[in-house]
């Protein structure tokens, strides 16, 4: 569950919305009540961004190998897997980028392909609801590099499963 920002245009904040629960990868929305962020769940919806944070009471949003438990990276907040617990601000990206991400459903393998957001907030190529292309896929998933030495990709640990998209949000 992880987002690896591997360029962007925009990191804003906005408040999100008390009993939210947003990994990192997510994509989210305003909601139209409160004026403050919440997760996509309606498939093919204009989301505002990807969030930058994890807003959950069980799940870590930090990339891990198979090897660790606490990720190839450690939260470094007291507040378990609330990133947005002082603040109660959540990052989100928008306004284009590139990043890599393994927060996705139903992905075709064919570079250049839309991308949409389904009803879990997460990227799909299917088309659905308004059909607003979020992204442009850059790679098929498929292991990612973590850069910690080891055997599975190219000399590393690997991260998981991981795609590289065109932020068009």
Known sequence: MALIELFHVVADHMPVKAGQEIIEGDFVKIDSSTGSLVICDTAGEKPYG?????????AS?????SNSSQGA???????????????????VYHSGGRFAT???GTVASTPGASLYVNSTGKLTTTAAGANFVVGTLLTSPGAYDS??????VNGSLTL???LEFKLEV
Do not use: C, H, Q
């Open 102 to 104: 393994n927060r996705y």
């Open 147 to 152: 850069g910690v030495p080891g055997i599975d």
């Open 160 to 162: 998981g499963n991981y």
């Open 73 to 91: 990276f450690v939260n470094r907040v007291s507040d378990s897997f609330d990133e947005t617990k002082a603040s109660g601000k959540l990052t």
């Open 61 to 65: 949003g930090l990339p891990a190998t």
């Open 50 to 58: 990807i969030a930058g944070d994890t807003k959950s009471t069980s």
